[in-house]
């Protein structure tokens, strides 16, 4: 038996701002492991040219990105929902191991199940290099993003 994971579809603006927001903070712990238990067993990933299918491969794809994308830090925003789907856009800013610095923006549309858990995600997603004097996004890695802390559209971005 698979374990809820609400907020569940239908989504409300409420609701689907919730999980948004969750898939958020998720993502910024970059711990590839907790990520994974928001996808089902078989969820199915495009991201860029790459197309995970299940846990296990959502788990290693993760373990790839964050040991190259250095201090991550990710803002997502709704954008649409309707009934088990939810599209966001994203913006986050990281460093290489040579200390460049860059800013990548993003879409993704995701699918849920009965139970709350991303059954399939589609993410497009372009970088730019930036500066480090560029930076928008700061806050302690060791946690979430502070709830007064600006959006990506209070950011113009």
């Known amino acids: 038996m698979t374990a809820d994971r609400p907020p569940l579809p239908p989504f409300t603006r409420e609701t689907a701002i919730q999980k948004v927001r969750g898939a958020e903070d998720g993502w910024n712990s970059c711990d590839p492991e907790r990520v994974s238990l928001a996808y089902t067993e078989d ?3 495009r991201n860029r040219a790459e197309f995970p299918r299940g846990r296990a491969q959502i788990v290693e794809f993760l373990t790839r990105k964050w040991a190259r994308e250095l201090e991550y830090r990710l803002i997502k925003e709704l954008w649409a ?20 610095w860059y800013r990548s923006y993003g879409n993704e549309n995701w699918e849920f199940d009965e139970h709350g858990l991303m059954r399939a995600r589609h993410a497009s997603i372009n970088d730019r290099p930036i500066a480090e004097s560029e930076r928008k996004f700061h806050w302690d890695r060791s946690g979430p993003r502070p709830a007064d802390h600006p959006s990506l559209s209070d950011l113009g971005l």
């Open 43 to 45: 969820s199915r990933w």
């Open 81 to 100: 929902f309707e009934g088990n789907r939810i599209a966001v856009r994203f913006a986050y800013e990281w460093r290489d191991d040579s200390r460049q």
